[in-house]
């Protein structure tokens, strides 16, 4: 049965709309109104007709126009911001309607008089992307219309869009009349975050302290991190009061990401709310709202500090990795070679372990002085043996001290090569110094998730398992995104184990193969566990995955005895693995 033809044509499509719609209409519905269809009888209309566009969409305050010239699109979108420049010139800033504008120039997919498909999209996104007042153009339309027109363009760079695959190269159209664009800082290396002032929405002056010291606490705690780039409170202060788009914000401060949030007060709750936004595209990422009994009003600060700067981080961090993920590898900077190596490495595979050294060997060859692409390189290495099995544990040990001690040498105040300098001495048996290591690595980066979990694994091998399971858990407190996660639920079920909790490590072991049923070892400890508790016939078929699914890992934990196990915990690990019907 033929398909339906689909129509499909080139065309520019100009996308706009009123920039703090809901905030107008919430304060004054039937002016805004009034305004709005003032603006459009009185120049949008006429200013699309003159240009020949045709208005496909008008709902509510957007609109979506094609025409068939670049040069028509653009010109109309001039026109009509320097006639809102000299509409708005006596209204009052707060009253103001003001339009966003973006265009772009692709294929579309006509139906029924109306079209789709990513051109569309584009344009949606570019509106999104420019200020109020202003004109943000794809780079198509920049070429095409380039020289054609009184104005001027802005490259503003290549911009990952929302649900576009491809980055687009986006431009500002600078014209006379128009508030010209703030200057632009260059975005660091590593992710940047600017928290502003929180407001104060009680209607008490006197509370600004609270609000103050939430945002000033929250830069204390983010300025600690060694993967954040954090504005100082001094210069986001600068914005305490004023309303200003966060986009601008992040181009004058030169960052990609905003935390801003408020705090409201009444009889006898404090509430506050928390968002962080990825300023080039808009996007909100992370929110939360915390509601709490003020009996201990600094108390109450810095419970709610703490709360929202463990959940920052990590936030960030997922973003980074997706944004790297979907870029074209050759195209990769240091940053994101080194993010797109901690996704693969995070994957669970010897393949996407091989992939992370290898983007970690990138990182390292565009920058030989990235410290941190050193240590994760050497955490690569030691699990291609702990792991996989594809090295020993001597050939991994050859091979990655040199990249430790390297990773150390490069950044003495890295807590991130103190945990490859861990888990070094932790593979040579050393289970002490392996805990000093994570403890000096917590002392330089007391909210390192990484950190915890060798604190973790350390203190399980060392005899002190309760302990270990509080390091874990708060190893994924700190940070629930990370791909590591399977390592920790994994020494979780041995801590269980070594614990007599056999009943608490079968569940923890299920749990862990929900999420990863190839996992290398986690049947082996499930079947131990079961064999404890006495149900035979699960813990055999657990027994013969182990086997099935890593008989490398079997050979090389069961059959002999690693070097940070000891005695006692090798013993007891046999024992359940007997009793579950293993011969050896």
């Known amino acids: 049965m033929a398909s339906e033809r689909v129509e499909r044509r080139l065309t520019a499509v100009l996308a706009a709309d009123v920039a703090g719609y809901t905030r107008l209409v919430g304060a004054d519905e039937e002016g805004t109104l009034a305004q ?3 603006h459009w009888s009185a120049l949008i209309e006429p200013k ?141 290396s590593k992710p940047s975050i600017a928290v502003l002032p929180f407001q104060n929405m009680t209607g008490d002056a006197e509370q600004d302290y609270f609000a103050d010291g939430i945002a000033e606490d929250i830069i204390t705690m983010l300025s600690r991190s060694q993967t954040l780039f954090v504005i100082g409170r001094n210069s986001s202060f600068t914005y305490k009061g004023r309303s200003v788009d966060v986009k601008q914000i992040a181009r004058e401060l030169g960052v990609r990401y905003v935390l801003e949030g408020s705090v409201r007060r009444g009889s006898n709750r404090i509430r506050v709310t928390a968002q962080l936004v990825d300023a080039v595209t ?54 994101e070679a080194y993010q797109r190596g901690l996704w693969h490495k995070g994957r669970i595979s010897v393949r996407d372990n091989e992939a992370a050294k290898n983007f970690f060997r990138r990182a390292i060859g565009l920058d030989p002085s990235f410290a941190p692409a050193y240590a994760e390189l050497a955490q ?36 991130v090569g103190y945990v490859s300098i861990g888990s070094a001495r932790f593979f040579q048996g050393d289970c002490e110094g392996s805990l000093a290591a994570a403890r000096q690595a917590l002392d330089i980066s007391p909210n390192y998730a990484g950190a915890y979990h060798l604190l973790g694994v350390a203190l399980c091998f060392s005899g002190h398992p309760r302990e270990a399971l509080e390091a874990q858990r708060k190893a994924n407190r700190l940070d629930p995104y990370d791909p590591q996660q399977t390592l920790r639920l994994t020494h979780i079920v041995i801590a269980h184990y070594f614990l007599r909790e056999y009943d608490a490590a079968v569940e923890a072991a299920k749990q862990l193969l929900r999420s990863y049923p190839d996992h290398p070892w986690a049947y082996r400890w499930l079947a131990a566990a079961l064999g404890q508790v006495g149900r035979l016939d699960e813990a055999k078929q657990a027994l013969e995955k182990a086997i099935a699914i890593a008989p490398k890992s079997f050979e090389i934990y069961v059959r002999h005895r690693v070097p940070w196990q000891r005695a006692e915990d090798y013993w007891h690990m046999l024992e359940g693995l007997r009793k579950a019907g293993w011969q050896g």
Do not use: H
């Open 36 to 38: 709005w269809k003032a």
């Open 48 to 188: 699309i007709k003159e240009n020949r566009g045709r208005v496909v969409r008008l709902i509510g305050d957007g609109l979506l126009v094609e025409f068939a010239s670049v040069v028509d699109a653009l010109r109309c979108a001039v026109e009509i911001q320097r006639g809102m420049l000299e509409r708005n010139a006596d209204v009052p800033s707060e009253k103001r309607i003001e339009f966003r504008i973006g265009i772009n120039f692709g294929e579309l997919i006509i139906d029924r008089g109306d079209f789709w498909g990513d051109g569309v999209n584009i344009a949606a996104r570019l509106e999104a992307l420019a200020e109020p007042g202003g004109i943000s153009v794809s780079g198509r339309v920049e070429e095409d219309a380039q020289g054609k027109l009184d104005i001027a363009f802005e490259d503003t760079g290549e911009q990952q869009l929302k649900n576009i695959v491809r980055p687009v190269r986006v431009y500002r159209v600078r014209f006379d009349g128009a508030a010209k664009p703030s200057a632009t800082l260059p975005l660091p």
């Open 282 to 335: 808009g996007n909100q990422m992370w929110a939360e709202r915390y509601d709490r009994d003020p009996i201990d009003v600094f108390a109450v600060q810095d419970e709610i500090t703490e709360a929202v700067a463990i959940a920052i981080e990590p936030a960030v961090s997922e973003m980074e990795r997706c944004r790297a993920v979907r870029k074209p590898p050759e195209s990769l900077s240091v940053w």
């Open 380 to 415: 690569c290495i030691f699990q291609s043996a702990s792991l996989y099995q594809v090295m020993s544990v001597a050939e991994a040990l050859d091979e990655a001290l040199p990249v430790t001690y390297g990773a150390v040498g490069l950044d003495p105040r890295g807590a």
